[in-house]
């Protein structure tokens, strides 16, 4: 069984930095392709940003794109998501997502594992 345990979240100012964490569990980490997806209140989930089982390619959504960066380290088992010059509008839980099949997956449906997800509040 797979297991996503995601941190790093927290209470942060308009145009703060936070740095999530997804640790993962299993021997076929390496093999899965991973995204963070986020899910504010009374909204459906959103994704946010992914990347190929290698970490050689990533696609970050438009409304985050040159703000986030997402990252994994394979020998750690663990993805990241550094979150700069963050807004009000990306308050919301963030979910770290494993897929079994496929590159970059952009849409949340295409995820097999997910973890239980982290709060993330940006004041203004």
């Known amino acids: 069984q797979v297991q996503l345990v995601e941190s790093g979240g927290g209470l942060v100012q308009a145009g703060g930095s936070l740095r999530l964490s997804c640790a993962v569990s299993?021997?076929?980490?390496?093999?899965?392709?991973m995204g963070w997806v986020r899910q504010a209140p009374g909204r459906e989930r959103e994704f946010v940003a992914a990347?190929?089982?290698?970490?050689?390619?990533?696609y970050c959504a438009d409304s985050v794109k040159g703000r986030f960066t997402i990252s994994r380290d394979n020998a750690k088992n663990t993805v990241y998501l550094q979150m700069n010059s963050l807004k009000p509008e990306d308050t919301a839980v963030y979910y770290c997502?494993?897929?079994?099949?496929?590159?970059?997956?952009?849409?949340?449906?295409?995820?097999?594992?997910w973890g239980q997800g982290t709060q993330v509040t940006v004041s203004s």
């Open positions: 997502a494993a897929g079994k099949h496929g590159a970059l997956l952009i849409w949340p449906h295409s995820y097999d594992y």
């Open positions: 299993g021997r076929t980490f390496s093999t899965y392709a």
């Open positions: 990347i190929t089982w290698s970490g050689g390619n990533t």
